[in-house]
């Protein structure tokens, strides 16, 4: 039992310091937006359709919004493509961690069917071994994104009026996760010396009784007395 103490005391301190260590997670959010702000209209500009006798009639179109929900929907990928790893790498240096991406209150089922968000924000989320680490890799991702976005759209030289931009709304918020407790090491310390009483008390069990191994005077006596009589 007491070789028993030791190893729970070491097996404890051994699987505290094995333990991992407080990850911290940075979260932001972005909002897709475009240059028409379709968000902040209820129609949109008016365009001619027709020509009648009189000239050409114009009618107003509702919001395209659908484009900008699409693209919330597609875009995490791209945010956590090799691609803008490397955009990220390039400008802002190697910065160690991890990076996801969704659209905001998009779901998948148990049987893995993906249902799409019905808004134009993207969450995204950077892991890091500090809290200024994985603030430092959201805010660089979003910053990589959005000139991988830019070069993009000159290159295929899309209009200033057709393009989609991408806003970060707020500063990341840090949030710790995995920190280190004391619950695993003592509980793994209880079992270790759990197990040790277990197997002192078998062992003393199964230890031979001295007193019932070693032969009795009047048990040895009484053979005696009877060959004498015989």
């Not at 919004?65 to 803008?84: C, E, F, G, M, R």
């Not at 910065?95 to 249902?115: Q, S, W």
């Not at 290159?155 to 004391?182: F, G, M, W, Y």
Request: proline share 7%; with cysteine; aromatic share 4%.
């Amino acid at each position: 039992m007491l070789a028993g103490l030791v190893l729970a005391v070491a097996a404890a301190v051994l699987v505290y310091k094995e333990e991992a260590k407080p990850k911290h997670t940075a979260t932001t959010n972005l909002f897709v937006n475009s240059s028409g702000a379709p968000y902040l209209r209820t129609q949109q500009g008016a365009q001619p359709n027709t020509r009648t006798k009189t000239g050409n009639s114009a009618t107003k179109a509702t919001p395209d919004t659908n484009t900008l929900v699409n693209a919330a929907n597609t875009y995490p990928l791209l945010i956590q493509s090799d691609k803008i790893a490397q955009v990220r790498q390039q400008h802002y240096g190697a910065i160690e961690g991890t990076v996801t991406a969704n659209a905001l209150n998009a779901t998948t089922n148990t049987y893995g069917v993906y249902r799409p968000s019905p808004l134009p924000i993207i969450q995204v989320k950077a892991t890091a071994k500090t809290a200024s680490g994985a603030e430092q890799l959201v805010d660089a991702t979003v910053g990589a994104f959005q000139l991988w976005m830019r070069q993009q759209q000159r290159q295929h030289r899309i209009p200033p009026s057709e393009r989609i931009s991408v806003q970060q709304l707020s500063s990341p918020t840090v949030t710790t996760i995995n920190a280190r407790s004391k619950g695993l090491p003592l509980f793994i310390g209880a079992l270790v010396l759990l197990a040790f009483c277990g197997l002192a008390v078998i062992a003393d069990n199964r230890r031979p009784d001295a007193a019932a191994a070693s032969p009795r005077a009047g048990d040895a006596a009484v053979p005696a007395q009877h060959s004498l009589e015989g």
